[in-house]
């Protein structure tokens, strides 16, 4: 679940919507209630940053390609 939030945070942060605000700090707040009240609340960390930096890159990659082609 933290996995999925991370990527979907970087997502939300790229599109382009009114909303776009609401549904990051959203994906933020889900992702720290599961860090302080779930049962892995340290791997549900690592997760959800590595999950931001892996889709980051990915998105950056994905960037650049188009600018290439």
Do not use: E, H, P
């Not at 599109?15 to 009240?37: E, G, S, W």
């Not at 049962?39 to 931001?52: G, N, P, Q, R």
């Amino acid at each position: 679940m933290s996995f999925l939030l991370g990527i979907l945070t970087v997502l939300f942060g790229f599109i382009k919507i009114k909303i776009k605000k609401i549904l990051v700090l959203m994906c933020v707040n889900l992702a720290l209630f599961l860090m302080i009240f779930g049962d892995d609340k340290f791997y549900s960390f690592v997760y959800y940053i590595f999950a931001l930096g892996l889709s980051q890159i990915g998105i950056i990659i994905y960037l650049n390609f188009i600018k290439i082609f």
